[in-house]
């Protein structure tokens, strides 16, 4: 596609979001932050991460609320978070990848935004999250095995998404591109 074709989509986007986020979804390493931030600049839109976020309202990392307070009052706090942070109008808004899991998280995005799922194969998700120490879920002996627990888990609920893309070992404005593509795509047939 070319880019003043892409430059018509995201023309398409900023007209029909009317006050709403673009919320990215999926597992740790699908992409949502590094994607997520060059999403941000082609749209014009604020990148906000919700997992930093969560950090700055704690005054912890992530790893320690797990260690120190588990992992459900760390879904909880990510729950108002995400909900405060929809609040905000038009941006880009990658969630944890345990954040779609909540029911009411899925109704806050469905009434304040476009959910993304991105979706990534169990390989291109281990080579991306053994290059980051620091993941809670995945400090044991056999992180592809938890990995392919959480696919099991999670890729059912996460197909509840408006949208899902494929997220692969590409370069990165590919990925882009073809969000932007599926976002105008799905506003387009919403009207």
Same mark, same amino acid.
């Given at each position: 596609?070319?880019?003043?074709?892409?430059?018509?989509?995201?023309?398409?986007?900023?007209?029909?979001?009317?006050?709403?986020?673009?919320?990215?979804?999926?597992?740790?390493?699908?992409?949502?932050?590094?994607?997520?931030?060059?999403?941000?600049?082609?749209?014009?839109?604020?990148?906000?991460?919700?997992?930093?976020?969560?950090?700055?309202?704690?005054?912890?990392?992530?790893?320690?609320?797990?260690?120190?307070?588990?992992?459900?009052?760390?879904?909880?706090?990510?729950?108002?978070?995400?909900?405060?942070?929809?609040?905000?109008?038009?941006?880009?808004?990658?969630?944890?990848?345990?954040?779609?899991?909540?029911? $009411?998280?899925? *109704? &806050?995005?469905? =009434?304040?935004?476009?959910? @993304?799922?991105?979706? %990534? !194969?169990?390989? +291109?998700?281990?080579?991306?999250?053994?290059?980051?120490?620091?993941?809670?879920?995945?400090?044991?002996?056999?992180?592809? $095995?938890?990995? *392919? &627990?959480?696919? =099991?888990?999670?890729?059912? @609920?996460?197909?509840? %998404? !408006?949208?899902? +893309?494929?997220?692969?070992?590409?370069?990165?404005?590919?990925?882009?591109?073809?969000?932007?593509?599926?976002?105008?795509?799905?506003?387009?047939?919403?009207?």
């Amino acid at each position: 596609m070319s880019e003043d074709n892409l430059g018509d989509k995201i023309h398409t986007i900023n007209a029909r979001l009317k006050g709403r986020s673009i919320v990215l979804i999926g597992l740790m390493g699908a992409g949502k932050t590094t994607v997520g931030r060059r999403l941000a600049k082609r749209l014009g839109l604020p990148f906000v991460d919700a997992d930093h976020e969560i950090e700055r309202a704690a005054g912890k990392s992530i790893e320690e609320i797990f260690a120190e307070d588990g992992e459900e009052f760390f879904r909880a706090g990510e729950e108002r978070v995400i909900a405060r942070l929809l609040e905000n109008g038009p941006q880009v808004l990658a969630t944890g990848g345990g954040a779609w899991m909540r029911e $009411a998280t899925r *109704e &806050r995005v469905k =009434e304040r935004g476009i959910s @993304v799922w991105l979706k %990534a !194969d169990l390989d +291109v998700l281990m080579e991306r999250v053994l290059r980051r120490p620091g993941r809670p879920l995945l400090k044991n002996d056999n992180p592809r $095995a938890v990995m *392919e &627990r959480l696919i =099991e888990e999670r890729y059912p @609920v996460y197909a509840l %998404a !408006d949208i899902t +893309v494929e997220s692969c070992n590409k370069p990165h404005n590919v990925v882009v591109g073809r969000i932007i593509r599926a976002l105008a795509d799905w506003l387009e047939r919403q009207e």
